[in-house]
């Protein structure tokens, strides 16, 4: 056993024992000297510090390539919040530091019913519906939006006068609901809607007690409110409970002005803004939801002239906002026992069209 214990000593080449040994055997025709040389070259502090110094050399390049193409995630998350920042900033740089005034221009007109006290319009996949006031006359409808024609209708009980719809979809379900106020009622009733049918009502209190249009903020799942004061009522999506109000103003002529009798609204997400009508004003109103200020004031006094309207009515305004699907600066507007609706585009003003 032990001869064959020598005689595989011979064949280890491999190992720094192996070399010693064979370097021993071999001294009668190799010097000390160049044996020993033989065993440092591989053994010596010089030399592992050597290779010790290239297999750092190639895992810190391995760590470099990884870290280029897989970046950590706290440089990622550091990334993100840079980009949010810069998308703040420039919503930020692009919001005037004042009121501007803005104006239209005519794309298309579609027949109205004219006896239609239009309180709320809102347009989802090419389905137009809309709200109608007055007691005894209000309803929930589907409208045909090229002729005008009623498709489908809910009528509300007598003793409520319909206001503002919006159409949100629940965040439970992923079903579409429209939900419709009430004037002084302080009820509003949750439809489907497919088929219109009532699935819930609930009461609810505002500022003032009443109800005047809604809209819903995709962006935040949340409710916006009117009540006809010049505050903004926001509405949690689950409860409908009321979680905060702001106050709509105006900065023209270097001062600041309540704006009263906020209508009909409709939140734009592209530019994540409020555009609203004001009871007996033919005006569209760009609202800040976050602040309440009113960035552009679109004057449409020549859409449909006060002497083209109802003659019996001096409540025949410009009432009704709906936004065209696709594109951001195009809406439908119409008003109560108005025969026509408008396809209009809204054209902001320029730097030199602010009033100071």
């Excluded at 021993?24 to 010790?52: D, F, M």
């Excluded at 497919?194 to 003032?208: I, K």
């Excluded at 916006?224 to 979680?243: M, P, Y």
């Excluded at 009798?261 to 609202?287: C, F, G, K, Q």
Aim: overall charge neutral.
């Amino acid at each position: 056993m032990a001869a064959k214990q020598r005689k595989n000593n011979k064949g280890v080449k491999g190992t720094e024992e192996g070399k010693r040994i064979d370097c021993n055997k071999q001294a009668k025709k190799t010097t000390k000297g160049s044996c020993e040389k033989q065993v440092i070259s591989s053994s010596s502090p010089s030399y592992l510090w050597s290779r010790v110094a290239m297999w750092m050399a190639i895992i810190s390049v391995a760590i470099l390539a990884v870290s280029i193409i897989f970046p950590s995630r706290e440089n990622a998350s550091t990334t993100t919040t840079a980009t949010q920042s810069t998308k703040k900033q420039k919503k930020q740089s692009s919001t005037p530091s004042n009121t501007r005034f803005g104006r239209f221009e005519l794309l298309e007109t579609v027949p109205h019913d004219g006896d239609a006290f239009t309180q709320g319009l809102q347009i989802v996949n090419d389905t137009l519906y809309e709200g109608v006031g007055h007691y005894g006359k209000s309803e929930l409808r589907r409208v045909d939006l090229s002729t005008g024609k009623v498709l489908q209708r809910h009528k509300l009980p007598r003793e409520f006068f319909g206001e503002g719809i919006t159409y949100f979809e629940d965040g439970s379900t992923g079903q579409g609901r429209l939900l419709q106020l009430t004037w002084r009622e302080q009820t509003a009733f949750l439809y489907d809607s497919e088929s219109l049918q009532l699935l819930h009502q609930f009461s609810y209190n505002t500022r003032t007690g009443q109800g005047w249009g809604i809209t819903w903020r995709q962006k935040q799942s949340t409710f916006i409110v009117s009540d006809g004061s010049s505050f903004l009522h926001f509405w949690d999506s689950q409860t409908f409970a009321e979680t905060k109000r702001i106050e709509v103003y105006t900065l023209l002529h270097g001062g600041k002005g309540k704006v009263r009798h906020i209508n009909e609204m409709e939140y734009e997400p592209v530019s994540d803004t409020l555009l609203a009508n004001v009871w007996h004003n033919d005006v569209i109103l760009r609202i800040d939801p976050d602040t309440g200020f009113v960035t552009t004031i679109y004057d449409l006094s020549s859409l449909y002239p006060p002497e083209q309207r109802s003659p019996s009515d001096n409540e025949a305004v410009l009432n009704g906002i709906a936004l065209v699907e696709g594109k951001p600066d195009e809406v439908w507007v119409t008003g109560k026992l108005w025969s026509h609706m408008f396809r209009i585009r809204l054209i902001d003003p320029g730097d030199d069209e602010v009033i100071t």
